[in-house]
């Protein structure tokens, strides 16, 4: 209690003043100490031992205690101490074992008071006791504890801690006899200065070496210690067995641990190395500091409050060779700057909301922002102690689910999978596409498919209906426009097209009634050419071998087609997308090669106006005499394209641009196909459609991407009988003439895909090993294993 | 309409960041509790945590998923100044059993002096990089050259931004025409107003990163960035969360104007602004199509953008943290006319319009 009161009087009941400030030092500094006055600070290192003033503005050398010639190594100080209760004492301890006091009253220039050589090596830490005048204590690099009376030549008692090294010794608060001490192995000892045969209690603090501790100034039975182990642990020593209260996790090796006044859960801890920075904690908030100070350019060496109840000032010594003083209220403060929120969209609309409890409890009444968030928080602390404390904060998770049907990706998903890209007459895959749209309430895709259907087939095959139902952006840019064109106008246009397009684009420019001749003009046109009304496809599949037809299968098989859309083109299969070539130049050399699936149907919608001419003529003659070709519409059709997957539906861009094929594919470059394509394989497989993608893949006409499947493809199969590898076909080996793989059940040579259990390795056709397992678990080659599948 | 589902995340500090994985099926959280945590989703649609584990000595402020191509691989990135990846490891013990999966750390990013604010990896035809910007202004790109070996990674470059970092977003454009290129944000609250979003693009010639244009209106802190995901489109969109939500268009020039090999000029427009959060926004995320665009500010909701057809942003949803009504007070300046509780429809047709619902 007394020297409360002697403290309050030396604050002279003004309040401290000052401001963040440092100076320079001719020398790194090892460790600070402040004078009780908390105007004075003594500053020790290797080569430096000096007294600072502290002033309002700046700090002022006061003292240089490094005198004489020769520089002696009582002088290279690793710590120093100055005491609290007398202005004029100090002791520093040298890298050479010697503890030296020093007496700042003495008249002559070398302050130096009394050399205690007793220790054999470093001493690390010197302390006086809290209230006893001429009590100190040094703990050693030699394993050993000495306490000294001042007015003694040599030390009063002697402690040995039974271990390597003592890194730090602190005289209790409160308890008058007390003091820890902290060592290397990890271990930290309680004492009593009495008795200095064997320590009152030892525990483990730390993994590795406890560099440092501070008891809790106001709290008599807490202490904090801190570790090469990045940890500050707070422990609580009145109980029987000292128990962990608090675990704060820094970020390197903590060198010096001090509790700031009048702050009860603060602390300020400094690092050994790496880190420069010195921070502030609230224990009970362990893993955000609570300020931190970033002024120092290399290690922070000592850490010392100005003053016992001065919470705003703090002062610090570094191997930067400077000196600082800290305002707490221009620390950064970490929590502050942490994003609270976090948020991310999920592929089916949901989301993932986390955030701080505080901003989304019900009834926040939280004020709206006011330009500075940076309010201290101390000061609050400090308006009202008893608040309880608001700096542990949590978050709430929470994903909000996007309901079914009600707007998620599902659109997405079902639109890629019943969508026909390929396959069938070009009418017929616009008309399924427009329905699938349809039915998926998509309207204007629904629409566009059916537009396109009208531009690039012959009008007969449109419904009446669904032209009614074009009421969209189509129907009053894109037929007006139409019908208002002049023949003439056109004709420069169309004359690089080529030669096909253009034989095509007179047809269709005629009037309906010439229809019928000008069709077999371009039939004879084609005579000329290819021999035939077959499309150019037919040749590229005329020069397939046989033998892939057996075990490949053909997408377009698997749509029945209606009798009607039965025209010769489609008797011949396309096999042309599933050759089994590499991607090389000859697979893209012609361009009139298409390897285009609908490519083909170019013809049979050029052939259709013959068939259905009445149709035309009696219901939509009006709008289809003056018909313009397909051409024409190609640059309003790449507009349209583009404006999908500038809206984010690169599904609609990319289906169309399958779907038309050559009509459209020149007229957008390479490049952005590219990308759309890429785009769209990416969405694709984010959403697992992996058959879709490959179809996706498989139907694209850009090298780049048509190559993204047959990478790494070649399966290496080795024949069962002989070992030898198998080159030219996969069931047959050519060493020893036997069938390599047999089904298990039919006993045939499978072709396709083969399954086998990796256990005993019999297998077969998978339809018949699926078959065959539904009805038992034994292999069915009879040899007794319980086969898996998967 | 939305359906919120709460997590019970039991982490035991503030959570820094959410990420969805690729295929939206797993789900990571980061903590100041320096944990990570995985959750993947039941068949049930719940989300269970099957990976907990502590990450770094220091806060995480950010966790991100690679392409699955590269494997079940996590980055992390800490107030510590570390950035770490992780992966998954999958094989049969006894943690499989109880539901939990295993991660292990295979790199540590050590080359920071002050925390790493955001880390991310780049966009997966550009092969297995990644990007960390730090504290003292210097966005590092680093690369795995072998994709099998996730322990080595190699420092590409350090692009220095002058001012201190606090998110970064790769351009996600899959097209040869973009070059990669990469957005950084800096939280730098000094009253000197300098522009606080740079853009850096990469150049072929001269192989390195230089800046190709900076937001000069952007003058405030900046809290998150974000790409939308580019489908297709010859342009980019980018989304800022400063003290408000903004939206800018970057077009690029065409290149034959330009000089030959310098980096692409942007026309750079502003399409929307927004302080409709009445507070510091920090976050924005962009769905999957790059169509609408989340927001979640200091008023602790999540808003939801979209455009029309004419390129008019309006909010078309609020939803409020705790999934309690929003407070009609707290909407003004809302576009949405509906007072009290209600969670509109997300529209998915072309011709987004903002229909309110009652919402229970």
Known sequence: ??????????????????????????????????????????????????????????????????????????????????????????????TNGVVVTWNLGRPSRNKQDQLFTEHKRTVNKVCFHPTEAHVLLSGSQDGFMKCFDLRRKDSVSTFSGQSESVRDVQFSIRDYFTFASTFENGNVQLWDIRRPDRCERMFTAHNGPVFCCDWHPEDRGWLATGGRDKMVKVWDMTTHRAKEVHCVQTIASVARVKWRPECRHHLATCSMMVDHNIYVWDVRRPFVPAAMFEEHRDVTTGIAWRHPHDPSFLLSGSKDSTLCQHLFRDASQPVERANPEGLCYGLFGDLAFAAKESLVATESGRKPYAGDRRHPIFFKRKLDPAEPFVGLASSALSVFEIEPGSGSMSWFVDTAERYALAGRPLAELCDHNAKVARELGRNQVAQTWTMLRIIYCSPGLASATSLNHSVGKGSSCGLPLMNSFNLKDMAPGLGSETRLDRSKGDTRSDTVLLDSSATLITNEDNEETEGSDVPADYLLGDVEGEEEELYLLDPEHAHPEEPEYVLPQEAFPLRHEIVDTPPGPEHLQDKADSPHVSGSEADAASLAPVDSSFSLISISHALYDTRLPPDFFSALVCDMLRFYAEQGDVQMAVSVLIVLGERVRKDIDEQTQEHWYTSYIDLLQRFCLWNVSNQVVKLSTSRAISCLNQASTTLHVNCSHCKRPMSSRGWVCDRCHRCASMCAVCHH????LFVWCQGCSHGGHLQHIMKWLEGSSHCPAGCGHLCEYS | MFVARHIAADHKDLIHDVSFDFHGRRMATCSSDQSVKVWDKSESGDWHCTASWKTHSGSVWRVTWAHPEFGQVLASCSFDRTAAVWEEIVGESNDKLRGQSHWVKRTTLVDSRTSVTDVKFAPKHMGL??????????????????????????????????LSCSCISWNPSSSRAHSPMIAVGSDDSSPNAMAKVQIFEYNENTRKYAKAETLMTVTDPVHDIAFAPNLGRSFHILAVATKDVRIFTLKPVRKELTSSGGPTKFEIHIVAQFDNHNSQVWRVSWNITGTVLASSGDDGCVRLWKANYMDNWKCTGILKGNGSPVNGNSQQGNSNPSLGSNIPNLQNSLNGSSSGRKHS
Not at chain 1, 9 to 31: E, F, I
Not at chain 1, 749 to 752: E, N, T
Not at chain 2, 132 to 161: F, K
């Open chain 1, 1 to 94: 209690m007394e020297k409360m009161s002697r403290v309050t009087t030396a604050l002279g009941g003004s309040a401290l003043t000052g401001r963040t400030m440092h100076c320079h030092l001719d020398a790194p500094a090892n460790a600070i100490s402040v004078c009780r006055d908390a105007a004075q600070v003594v500053v020790a290192g290797r080569s430096i031992f000096k007294i600072y003033a502290i002033e309002d503005e700046q700090f002022v050398e006061k003292l240089n205690l490094r005198v004489g010639r020769k520089p002696s190594l009582n002088l290279s100080c690793a710590d120093v101490v100055w005491h609290q209760m007398d202005e004029n004492l100090l002791a520093t301890a040298a």
């Open chain 1, 749 to 752: 040579v499978v072709k396709g």
């Open chain 2, 129 to 162: 990089m990644l990007a960390t910007c730090s504290a003292d202004g210097i966005v590092r790109i680093y690369e795995a050259p072998d994709v099998m070996n996730l322990s080595q990674w190699s420092l590409q470059h350090e692009i220095s931004c002058k």
